[in-house]
């Protein structure tokens, strides 16, 4: 399984900005996804998952402000962040749990700063 993400920058305080992963090696369809993250001294915390039904869950930090979306076809989740805040910079990590183990994209910087 291979998990590769892209759309990291550096944005302004009320931005927005878009991440996408392209899964590959999996039944895509078949495998809820996520999208992680990791600021400078702190723990991976879940930012939002997305199920094989389309339901959805989100971080309560994120919620009204991140939208996270799959499309089966072309085997992507993706996550629509709007006013993007300083605390929001960290390394965003896409994440599926597949075959009883968990497998992460590589990762990909988000700043928010003015």
């Known amino acids: 399984v291979q998990l590769q993400a892209s759309g990291g920058g550096s944005v302004q305080p009320g931005g927005s900005l878009g991440l996408s992963c392209v899964a590959s090696?999996?039944?895509?369809?078949?495998?809820?996804m996520a999208w992680y993250r990791q600021a400078p001294g702190m723990v991976r915390e879940l930012v939002a998952r997305?199920?094989?039904?389309?339901?959805?869950n989100y971080a309560d930090s994120v919620k009204g402000r991140f939208t996270i979306s799959r499309d089966n076809g072309k085997n992507t989740v993706y996550l629509q962040m709007a006013s993007l805040k300083p605390e929001d910079t960290a390394v965003y990590y896409c994440?599926?749990?597949?075959?009883?183990?968990?497998?992460w994209g590589q990762g990909t910087l988000v700043t928010v700063s003015s």
């Open positions: 090696g999996l039944i895509f369809s078949t495998n809820a």
């Open positions: 997305i199920f094989i039904d389309g339901s959805t």
């Open positions: 994440n599926t749990w597949h075959q009883r183990r968990d497998y």
